[in-house]
């Protein structure tokens, strides 16, 4: 697979996002399972891998090193902080966290739980409102000194968070959700990251499986799937949203390959410095979304494309209210 720059980070172009092995999308699925599909990314091309302290809390970063403990020195490893979890007790409180002092406990904490010496790529998973961001930058400036880090990331930040904590310490990488039906990057956070050579990685960019095809506006999910909550999965918003699904499909169809291919090519079409990461449980479905890397489409494609959507209003927020209130801070 070829490989994409996330500031001086050197990944394959696309990652694996692995929070879809906690229970987010229902019950997890089984550990020696995981760890196969995980592992079996690696083989097929995959070197970029995220996680978070705040999936399960803290199970999922315990499965990634685990998964990844035979080729940790092959691989680049992203987890996050930031959100208002007791670093010792695992007690979750509501809100986030990024006072330095929390901070630094988290990291460790997250070392261990990894089994790793350093984190590749350390994101603040939301921005905190109550500590300056400046602060946050500076206390990863000193992790990174201290060898217990190697970059800095920030995740869904508006332009001018990344561009005051870039000043503090160089940012590697920034992550917001971004994909055919979520375009919110696109005015002021893309170009941002073109101007100062930071790193973009879409998390969501099959749109939580709605842009394959797979999820009908029959699809019923369980009470411990996020999507349950989610006002774009409601069913009234996956009817209105359907005609996003058709627009893909009509492209996929006319070149011979998948939806889910067509969503993440269009992403790596977007920019050089875009790093899609994609979550899946299934190493058959892994294999079909790192085939998108050899879908090419045209220029006159991607106009196509623009031309398709820009008809189309997607209908429902593209998260719960108590979510999307911490993004673009």
Not at 95 to 106: E, F, L, Q, T
Not at 255 to 276: D, Y
Request: proline share 6%.
């Amino acid at each position: 697979m070829k490989t994409r720059k996330l500031g001086p980070l050197n990944v394959s172009e696309l990652g694996l996002g692995t929070m879809s092995f906690a229970s987010v999308y229902g019950a997890a699925p089984d550990k020696a399972e995981s760890i196969a599909a995980i592992r079996g990314a690696y083989d097929l091309g995959v070197t970029f891998f995220d996680t978070a302290e705040a999936y399960g809390p803290w199970t999922n970063e315990v499965l990634v090193g685990e998964a990844l403990k035979p080729i940790r020195d092959k691989v680049v490893v992203a987890t996050k902080f930031g959100f208002n979890i007791d670093p010792d007790k695992g007690a979750r409180s509501p809100g986030v966290n990024s006072r330095p002092d929390h901070v630094k406990r988290v990291v460790d904490a997250s070392l261990k739980r990894l089994g790793m010496d350093t984190i590749d790529l350390l994101y603040q998973h939301r921005v905190d409102p109550n500590v300056p961001i400046e602060d946050v930058a500076g206390t990863v400036k000193d992790l990174i000194a201290a060898g217990k880090v190697r970059q800095f990331g920030l995740s869904e930040a508006a332009a001018g968070t990344i561009r005051r904590a870039h000043a503090v310490q160089p940012v590697a990488a920034v992550q917001s959700e971004y994909s055919l039906w979520t375009r919110e990057p696109e005015p002021e956070v893309l170009p941002l990251c073109e101007e100062l050579g930071i790193g973009f990685v879409p998390w969501g960019p099959l749109g939580s499986g709605f842009l394959t095809g797979k999820v009908a506006p029959s699809t019923t999910f369980d009470a411990t799937d996020f999507r349950s909550r989610s006002p774009r999965f409601a069913p009234e918003a996956m009817t209105a949203n359907q005609k996003v699904v058709d627009a893909v499909q009509q492209v996929a169809n006319a070149k011979g390959v998948t939806a889910a291919q067509v969503a993440l090519a269009w992403l790596l079409a977007r920019k050089p410095f875009i790093v899609p990461i994609f979550g899946t449980r299934r190493l058959d479905r892994i294999r079909e979304n790192l085939d998108a890397a050899d879908v090419s489409l045209s220029s006159a494609e991607m106009s196509g494309i623009e031309a398709s959507f820009a008809g189309i209003a997607v209908a429902g927020e593209r998260l719960p209210a108590n979510i999307l209130e911490l993004s673009y801070r």
